[in-house]
C-alpha cells in the first residue's frame, strides 16, 4: 500500500463516504427544494380569530349592549334570546365567539360565575338533537358521563337541559346555538328562555341567554308567534359584505398567510370581487385565497395569479356543492341539475314550475318516479336553505324563479358521475365538456342578492 492510498482502517475516508445513507423517508426525499408561498395556513382558515376584526364594530357594540346585564350584579333576573341573521360569511360566528369571550374576559375580572356552552347545529335537524347535544356539552364540562341520543321523548331531553342548567354552579349562562337553520323548530327551547322571568317554567335560579346564528334570513318568520314576539327586539340583521369591505378583510388575512410577494392586490382585488357576487360571503373568499395559494405550489410558481384565483375559485364551487349533494340521493341531485341545465340551455333562469317539467323529463330518462310539484318545490327550499340557488320572492307560487348561486357548470360537475355524465353528454342536453370550461350564468344573477 503506498503512501497515498487510505487505509479503511484509519478512519481517513474520502470525502463522499461521509455522506448521509438513503433515506426512504419521504418527507427527507423531499428535501429543502419544495419552496412555499405560505408563511401561515391558519390565517385563511374559517376557524380563525383574527387580531382586528373589520367592518363589524356596530354589530359588536350591539350585541355587547344585549349581553351587558349579565354583568350587573344587581339585575336578579337577566334571560335572553338573541338572533343573529345574515347569510353565510357575513361574520355571525366570529362576532358572537368574540363578544362572548370578551364577557367571559370581564366576568372573570369582576368575580362573576359565567358559563358559556356553544353548540355547532349545522348538522341537527330537530329540537330533540340540540337539546340532546347541548346537555351533553354540559355534562362533559361538568366531568359527568353524557346520555345516549337516543331512546327519550322531545319534552324529556328538553327538560333534562334545563335541569343540566339548574345544577351548574353559575349564576349566569350563554348558550350559543351556532348555525341553527337546518333545526326545523325549537320553539319549546327558546320559550323557556324568553319567558324565564314568569312563575312554571323550569329555570329554577339559574340565568340563561341563548345566542342563535342563522343562514336563513326567514327563520325568524318561522318561530311561533308567542316565541317571535318575545326575541323582536333582540334580531340583528348581517348584511352581506361589500366589495371594498371583502377587500380590507382579506387584505389583513392575506398579509399573515402568504410571504411577501406571495400575492399581490391585483389578486386580492378580483378574489374580493368573486366573493361580494356571493352574497358579499367573506368565508368564501377565504376558501378562495387558501386553494389559490395550494395550487400555486402544486404549480411550483412564486405568487398567485389572477388565472390561479379563477382557477381556484372553480375548484371551490365544486368542493362545496358537493360537500352538500352527497348528502342527497340522484333523484334529489336532479331538482338542483335541472335548474342548472334550463339555466345552460335557455340561458335563463326558470321558475319552479319549469324545474318541475325538467326534473319530470329527466326522471323518465334516469328511470326514477318523479317528484310531485309539490315535492320539486320542498326540494327547492331545501336547496334554497343550503345557499344553493336563490328562490326569488317577487313572484307567487311556482312562478317563482330559481337563481343559483354558484354557475351552473359547477352545479353538473358537482352532481353524481350518472347524472355529471347524462347532462353533459347526453344527447337531449347538447350540453359538451367545453361548455362545463367556462363562467356561463344568466346575466341577472350579478343583480340578486339576499
Known amino acids: 500500500m503506498s503512501n497515498q492510498e487510505t487505509s479503511p482502517l484509519s478512519g481517513d475516508y474520502p470525502d463522499e463516504m461521509t455522506d448521509q445513507p438513503p433515506t426512504d423517508n419521504i418527507f427527507d426525499q423531499l ?5 412555499t408561498i405560505f408563511e401561515t395556513r391558519q390565517s385563511l382558515k374559517t376557524t380563525y380569530t383574527p387580531n382586528k376584526i373589520r367592518h363589524r364594530d356596530e354589530r359588536q357594540e350591539e350585541i355587547a349592549k344585549i349581553l351587558r346585564p349579565i354583568l350587573l350584579p344587581n339585575d336578579d333576573i337577566v334571560t335572553d334570546v338573541l338572533i343573529l341573521e345574515g347569510s353565510n360569511g357575513t361574520g355571525k360566528t366570529l362576532i358572537s365567539e368574540t363578544v362572548t369571550e370578551d364577557l367571559q374576559k370581564v366576568a372573570d375580572r369582576e368575580n362573576i360565575d359565567l ?3 356553544k353548540t355547532d347545529c349545522s348538522n341537527l335537524t330537530t329540537q330533540y338533537r340540540v337539546a340532546i347535544q347541548t346537555t351533553n356539552n354540559i355534562l362533559l364540562e361538568r366531568g359527568l358521563p353524557t346520555i345516549s341520543e337516543t331512546g327519550y321523548d322531545e319534552p324529556t331531553v328538553i327538560k333534562m337541559l334545563f335541569d343540566q342548567l339548574n345544577e351548574l354552579s ?3 349562562v350563554v348558550l350559543i346555538f351556532d348555525d341553527i337553520t337546518r333545526v326545523r323548530q325549537i320553539n319549546d327551547i327558546l320559550y323557556q328562555v324568553s319567558r324565564a322571568e314568569q312563575s312554571g317554567t323550569i329555570l329554577d335560579g339559574t340565568n340563561v341567554t341563548i345566542i342563535c346564528t342563522a343562514n336563513d334570513l326567514r327563520f325568524y318568520s318561522k318561530l311561533r308567534k308567542d316565541v317571535a314576539s318575545s326575541v323582536v327586539s333582540k334580531r340583528i340583521d348581517f348584511p352581506p ?3 371594498v369591505e371583502l377587500e380590507d378583510i382579506l387584505a389583513d388575512r392575506a398579509d399573515e398567510a402568504f410571504i411577501p410577494g406571495g400575492i399581490t392586490q391585483s389578486e386580492i382585488g378580483l378574489t ?11 368565508r368564501y373568499g377565504l376558501q378562495i385565497l387558501l386553494k389559490a395559494g395550494e395550487l400555486a405550489e402544486e404549480q411550483g410558481v412564486e405568487r398567485v395569479t389572477d388565472d390561479i384565483v379563477r382557477a381556484a ?4 364551487d365544486i368542493s362545496n356543492v358537493r360537500s352538500i349533494l352527497t348528502e342527497h340521493k340522484d333523484r334529489t341531485q336532479l331538482v338542483l341539475a335541472s335548474v342548472a341545465h334550463y339555466a345552460l340551455v335557455k340561458d335563463k333562469w326558470p321558475t319552479v314550475a319549469e324545474v318541475t317539467r325538467t326534473h319530470k323529463s329527466w326522471s323518465e330518462e334516469f328511470n326514477f318516479s318523479s317528484y310531485a310539484s309539490n315535492m320539486v318545490y320542498k326540494r327547492v327550499d331545501l336547496f334554497n336553505d343550503k345557499e344553493l340557488l336563490y328562490k326569488d320572492t317577487s313572484q307567487e307560487g311556482n312562478s317563482k324563479k330559481c337563481v343559483l348561486l354558484y ?4 352545479i353538473l360537475e358537482a352532481c353524481s358521475a350518472n347524472i355529471r355524465e347524462a347532462f353533459i353528454k347526453g344527447e337531449k342536453s347538447g350540453i359538451t365538456e367545453q361548455d362545463l370550461e367556462g363562467e356561463t350564468r344568466p346575466d341577472e344573477i350579478g343583480h340578486v342578492r339576499l
Open 407 to 410: 354557475p351552473p357548470e359547477r
Open 313 to 316: 375559485k372553480r375548484e371551490q
Open 241 to 243: 359584505y361589500d366589495g
Open 170 to 172: 353559575a349564576d349566569e
Open 31 to 35: 428535501g429543502d427544494n419544495e419552496a
Open 115 to 117: 358559563a358559556v356552552f
Open 272 to 282: 374580493a370581487s368573486l366573493a361580494a357576487k356571493k352574497n358579499g360571503d367573506a
